[in-house]
């Protein structure tokens, strides 16, 4: 059983395109996360969400949109691509809150997102 | 801006020694530190987890924690050509997000 799964796992889109990518989690856990890793391979998160409530959201273009319809899916929606979007897209999810172990973040297989 | 630092590499070890992985951070506040291995193309994987000063063994692996020094390492004793990954290093800062750093690039030559 997959613990965490992304679809698809490779993206090819030209410029100005929408492109969704989804996420689910079936560990029971209450966060989930959106990261992205560059050709550098920095892994830089994007947003957090916890119970399907968004705890997290950093400095990216509005561009992306996150949506959790509960809290085993976290979804990202992508609007008007850039070249710069090219990067893998890796989901993420932990237990939650309460104790050390709470916060070990397991992650998707990623998804290769390529914009020409 | 907190940061957690790792030298990036490539580190080369001969097959069957020890490769030492250091990681600094800069918020004191920080609570537990993270070890996740990723192959090439592949995602990151946990590894080792601490929480407290000293050394924590899980098989092979050794992780090591100074708080007085904001200072983490990873042992890997007895290296293997699977070992050859990258290593990343996150810490758990004071606002419970993980920080992570840039990775360590594990090069084990047989």
Not at chain 1, 10 to 39: F, R
Request: hydrophobic share 30%.
């Amino acid at each position: 059983d997959t613990a965490v799964s992304q679809t698809p796992k490779y993206l090819v889109t030209q410029m100005g395109n929408d492109k969704s990518i989804k996420c689910e989690q079936n560990l029971g856990h209450d966060t989930m996360y959106w990261y992205k890793q560059d050709s550098k391979k920095f892994l830089k998160i994007m947003f957090s969400y916890n119970n399907k409530e968004l705890i997290i959201n950093e400095t990216v273009p509005n561009r992306f949109s996150p949506k959790s319809p509960d809290k085993a899916h976290l979804n990202l929606h992508i609007n008007s691509l850039e070249l710069g979007d090219s990067a893998v897209y890796f989901c993420a999810s932990s237990p939650g809150q309460g104790n050390p172990h709470s916060y070990e973040q397991y992650f998707g297989p990623g998804t290769r997102l390529t914009v020409t | 801006q907190k940061e957690v630092e790792q030298n990036s590499g490539p580190l080369s070890v001969p097959e069957g020694a020890i490769a030492s992985l250091n990681c600094t951070y800069s918020d004191r506040g920080s609570q537990s530190f993270f070890w996740y291995r990723q192959y090439s193309g592949k995602s990151p994987e946990l590894i080792m987890f601490i929480y407290s000063n000293g050394d924590k063994e899980d098989g092979r692996f050794t992780a090591q924690l100074n708080k007085a020094s904001q200072y983490v390492s990873l042992l890997i004793r007895d290296s293997q050509p699977s070992d050859s990954a990258t290593y990343l290093c996150a810490a758990l800062d004071s606002n419970y997000q993980l920080i992570w750093g840039a990775g360590t690039k594990l090069i084990i030559k047989p």
